[in-house]
């Protein structure tokens, strides 16, 4: 069974930082593009950042300068670390992947609450 796990969410005061990573795991042949999204309360998700497999990134004008994003392709993880917090980034942050198992498809993590607040 194919999962991606989430982790390292939590609260932290405005300009402070947190590091998510996610884990890809299960009978997985090629892993392709890895990226973050998130949804706040009342809003659409929305793409975050993204790293493809040639380590080629792309990140929400909302973010970018803020956030890194990562992958250690040995480990099949993909890290966001996130820096400067700001309140408007209170979401549910979710990792997706773009994987090769029986066939290509996306997949999607639990998602990790991401509180910014004083």
């Known amino acids: 069974q194919v999962q991606l796990v989430e982790s390292g969410g939590g609260l932290v005061q405005p300009g402070g930082s947190l590091r998510l990573s996610c884990v890809a795991s299960g009978s997985i042949f090629i892993i392709y593009d890895m990226g973050w999204y998130r949804q706040a309360p009342g809003k659409q998700r929305e793409l975050v950042a993204v790293?493809?497999?040639?380590?080629?990134?792309n990140y929400a004008d909302s973010v970018k300068g803020r956030f890194t994003i990562s992958r250690d392709y040995a480990k099949s993880t993909v890290y966001l670390q996130m820096n400067n917090l700001k309140p408007e980034d209170t979401a549910v942050y979710y990792c997706n992947a773009d994987l090769l198992t029986a066939s290509r498809n996306p997949y999607w993590g639990q998602g990790t609450q991401v509180t910014v607040s004083s």
């Open positions: 790293i493809t497999p040639g380590g080629g990134t």
